[in-house]
DNA sequence: AAATATTAATTGACACCTGAAGTACTTGGC
DNA sequence: GCCAAGTACTTCAGGTGTCAATTAATATTT
């Protein structure tokens, strides 16, 4: 993806000395980041993708609702739902829709409102997705088993801070 | 080998709520890295793809492929698309259809086979480009500008030794 | 040269995802 | 009580993404 040419800065920066020669290197390093942050992101998730249709014929978004749901064993609304998995409610009424149809998860009205649906994984559910889950985490430890410890252990701690910093 | 957990004590501030809430206190350490990343990730593409959105009415997937043209000015073949942007032919296809019924790409066709198109940036698809391509760096440096420069580095690292390793 | 295999790109079926518009319900001010 | 504003969810159109099957051209084998 992405980068222009050199850009001249246009915000107020002070002019120090090496000042400009910073924030343009600072351009390349941020854009550098997120490029191959998103490449490894890609690589991992087309992994997971690929092995969930393979061994299990389901697909990420699927598999990423029904984990929210095993945490959540009183269910969670539709809206709770969208803000976890980042996406949009229309989305997540669409692959509730898929699970419903499957047996997997239930709609439960609300005692008091009669807006919002609790959505739960079904006993059929829990089975599947645990089943599920076991593979998922060795799939992800195989392919992080190349770094260390220490390294993984940076990762974490410095993703964190970004995480924190972007909202 | 167990991970720390990161639940201070000190802030009973509610943790806004995403992909990483699925995690349990056992889940590998390798599964949280993954999470986090996963995280990071989706909300700096979320960002990038409204402002794309909103101000130069493109998707990513779009500013993608001219992206990867902008840097082969001979133009790359529909395969090399596929590879670069790590997605299957079929969707560069698509897009390449999309860009070009906007004037934005052309396929030129092989002077000695007939088999393969090179796609390349009109000279209107370089001048859009450009102008979204400054605007994108920024957005990406504002989200990033809370890091330090060590930090960043760092990042950029480690990430680099994960992408050489999950090959 | 003819038959076969390989390769580049496209197509079609299906799932995902967003944003905007719509429906049903609840809440808060009067 | 009424009604406007807000909330929870659904629906719809359009772009993105996969895989498997197909078409067309080139390479290889015989």
Redesign the pocket.
Known sequence: MAMAKDRKAQKPVERQADAETRLHDDHHQSVRLWLRMLACTNRIE?VV??NL??KFA?????F??MAQLERAPRGL??????QR??????????????LEKEGLVM?EV?A????????KLSAEGQRQFRRMAAEHEQWVIEMFEGISERRKNQLVELLGELKRHIL
């Open positions: 087309n993708r690929r249709q393979a389901t697909t990420l978004p699927r990423d609702l609304k539709m809206s709770e739902l969208s998995m980042m996406v949009t409610g229309g989305n997540v009424t669409g692959i509730t829709d898929g709609r609300d008091t409102d009669r807006r919002v649906f609790h959505v």
